[in-house]
């Protein structure tokens, strides 16, 4: 879509800026990654009151142009370099109402940019609930820069904020906020004639920040670093000076327009909630039965849509079976890809449940609480509080949880977080568990409302965290480091979820989930289809003629026909190379069918059971198509006609599945994040052991 003004989003995190971003924008966006680096972007369209279009640009969360991760230092990179393919016509600041002191810090810094600049007074609503009263005409006349009150969790205020970017082009360039020429006057100057700059303040940013500035050639670098040296300048100092200036700049400003109650002694509602679900033992309780709940959730209440969704499959497997001509393409079509799409959209339902709660303890700002409750004991353990973000994110996906990582500046914390973060059991194990968990653990219910299979799958994310965190100690004294790390985080205030944020979130994974899942089960089905259906040389000949002989005429036609193609598929491509590892595999209590399940699937674990899936669909029978469940849970060992998936089987391959390094999307984000194939190929190797020995151990301990 073309873009008449492009707009950046810009303030600290927890200022609802990201809510804004999706009431501006709408389903209307996507994301991706600045050019360079591995930060998500988020660009969205929105359509303003004069028909232009404005393309929306949501620039990462920060309290300060002076950057303290990759992240933040996104912002400054976009905003100073007039050459950046994102660089704005227009930013709005996004301000917390109910928090202007802190929030105006980073307004002055941007605005003293001379970029036009819009403040959006964000969460009105609750400061008028607390009390406080702002003069929004006095206010955006001593700023000098248009003010629009707004609450965007009540999408209250946007139509006036749209007509304000309207007129983006009309709107005068803001004073300074203070003068900062004061601060290093004559490397200021120097700066500025050595690279014609007419902004003192852009010229003091590249002062502080020119090392890392990519703008910025190598000779303009060194250039700016021979001039702080002849002038004598120390960026610690310069940067307390400018921020008590600031702050002076910003208590003139609140006391002339923004009234507040007197409230010294009262009680924060947040703070009197935090006293109970932040509590040392209490909140932990509170957690775990939190996490107890919503795993009973993810099998009580999918159960319904998910039949509705395997008895669909079911359904037009056997329609096409019967419509379209009997042949190999029509095999491919449905015993091949509908087959191993089957195994994965099944679980849609369960994965939106995931995501939902997610999203939901997220939105509340419970989420902030958990990582806050769990610092000490990460430190315990050698990691950072920082570390709790991208281990809870685990459960999610480990890309994105690896890749924000950035925030934690400890060099070994951060290392030992990608390490162990793979470990946490995401939402691709999530299809092979329920599955398997369905397989051989009853459906009933014990203590009354327990369901058996709900504190199964809970014990499998329990036992994820508890490896992590055990793995993350072994680490802790193999890694050196002397820097010492540190956890700083601002607890949001409470707040009801936003139904239509979590939609939209269920709504943007589970599409993920399906585009990217199903992409890779698609060709590893027809791959896997083609190893299935074919055979070297002469075997598929042998096997017919075998059948065709008199004592085999007198054999049922529906156990004939499955015979010969259980026969097919044992000795086909598949088939053969099954028996090749099946020796290496066979102590873990897995046959040759599960052995091509655990190869496929090291590209993406959901793919085991699209394979699962399209295995038993070759093996099958073309006039009576059943879930892969039902397959899986008919399969016989040949050899002791005993149930193929007992018990020790089961929790063996979730074992396996629990520590095995099967997706190649992280190795491949563990090898950008870390610059070097070295850690990757230590974490496949270290994962790919303890998977090995806990399956061992499991199947022996068990059968």
Request: charged share 15%; hydrophobic share 45%; with cysteine.
């Amino acid at each position: 879509m073309k873009a008449d003004i492009r707009v950046a989003l810009v303030g600290n995190p927890n200022t609802g800026k990201s809510t804004l971003f999706n009431v501006l924008t709408g389903l209307n966006q996507k994301i991706g990654n600045f050019p360079g680096v591995t930060v998500d972007k988020k660009v969205g369209y929105s359509k303003l009151p004069d028909g232009r279009v404005a393309e929306i640009v949501d620039l990462p969360g920060t309290y300060s142009l002076y950057p303290k991760s990759q992240d933040e230092s996104i912002v400054f990179s976009v905003l100073a370099d007039r050459a950046n393919p994102l660089s704005p016509d227009l930013v709005i600041i996004i301000l917390d109402a109910t928090n202007l002191k802190r929030n105006l810090l980073l307004y002055s810094q941007v605005a003293d940019l001379k970029i036009p600049v819009i403040v959006a007074l964000n969460m009105m609503d609750l400061a008028k609930k607390a009390g406080t009263i702002i003069d929004v005409s006095l206010f955006s006349k001593n700023l000098g820069v248009p003010v629009v009150p707004i609450s965007a969790r009540k999408a209250e205020g946007i139509e006036q904020l749209k007509t304000a970017i309207s007129y983006a082009n009309k709107i005068a360039l803001q004073e300074d906020s203070i003068d900062v020429r004061s601060i290093a006057p004559q490397l200021i100057e120097s700066i500025s004639n050595e690279l014609d700059l007419d902004n003192p303040y852009f010229a003091l940013q590249l002062a502080h920040q020119h090392e890392t500035l990519k703008f910025l050639s190598a000779k303009q670098s060194d250039r700016i670093e021979e001039l702080e040296k002849e002038h004598s300048f120390h960026s610690q100092k310069a940067q307390g000076a400018e921020t008590i200036a600031r702050y002076n700049f910003i208590n003139d400003l609140l006391y002339d327009t923004v009234k507040k109650p007197d409230t010294a002694g009262d009680e924060t509602t947040s703070n009197k909630i935090d006293k109970v679900l932040t509590h040392k033992i209490f909140g932990f309780v509170l957690f775990f039965a939190i996490l107890m709940f919503m795993f009973q959730a993810i099998f009580s209440w999918a159960v319904y849509p998910m039949e509705l969704i395997a008895d669909a499959f079911v359904w037009v497997q056997n329609t096409l079976h019967h419509v379209l001509p009997t042949g190999p393409l029509t095999s491919l079509l449905v015993d091949g890809i509908i087959a191993g799409l089957s195994g994965v959209i099944v679980f849609i339902p369960q994965i939106a449940i995931l995501f939902a709660f997610i999203s939901i303890l997220e939105d509340t700002g419970y989420m902030s609480r958990v990582t806050f409750m769990m610092d000490k004991l990460m430190r315990k353990v050698g990691l950072n509080g920082k570390s709790v973000v991208p281990l809870i994110g685990g459960f999610a996906c480990a890309v994105p949880s690896i890749m924000s990582t950035r925030t934690i500046e400890n060099w070994k914390d951060r290392m030992i977080t990608i390490m162990v973060t793979p470990l946490v059991t995401c939402s691709a194990r999530l299809p092979v568990y329920t599955l398997l968990i369905a397989l051989v653990v009853p459906n009933k219910n014990v203590w009354w409302f327990f369901n058996l299979q709900g504190l199964a799958l809970t014990g499998m994310y329990v036992f994820s965290l508890v490896s992590a965190v055990v793995v993350a100690w072994v680490f802790k004294f193999i890694l050196k480091s002397r820097e010492r790390g540190y956890f700083i985080m601002e607890l949001p205030v409470y707040r009801l979820p936003r139904w239509n944020n979590v939609a939209y979130a269920v709504y943007e994974r589970c599409k993920s989930f399906v585009l990217n899942a199903g992409s890779v089960i698609i060709a590893v089905s027809i791959v896997l289809w083609v190893m299935a259906s074919y055979g070297p040389g002469n075997r598929f000949e042998k096997i017919d003629q075998k059948y065709q002989q008199s004592q085999y005429k007198t054999v049922n036609a529906d156990q004939l026909q499955k015979d010969i193609a259980s026969e097919k598929l044992e000795n086909s491509y598949a088939g053969v190379f099954g028996h090749v590892i099946e020796p290496v595999i066979r102590p873990l209590g897995f046959d040759w069918k599960i052995g091509i399940a655990l190869i496929t699937s090291f590209a993406a674990r959901e793919v085991f059971v699209g394979t699962m899936a399209t295995i038993y669909s070759v093996n099958g029978n073309a006039d009576n198509m059943q879930s892969v469940q039902q397959k899986m849970h008919q399969a016989k060992n040949t050899q002791t006609g005993q149930p193929v998936f007992t018990f020790a089987v089961a929790f063996s391959l979730m074992m396996f599945y629990a520590f095995a390094m099967q997706c190649a999307s992280t190795i491949a984000v563990v090898y950008r994040e870390t610059k070097s194939w070295r850690w990757p190929a230590i974490q496949f190797a270290y994962m790919t052991v303890l998977a090995y020995a806990a399956s061992f151990v499991a199947y022996h301990l068990l059968r």
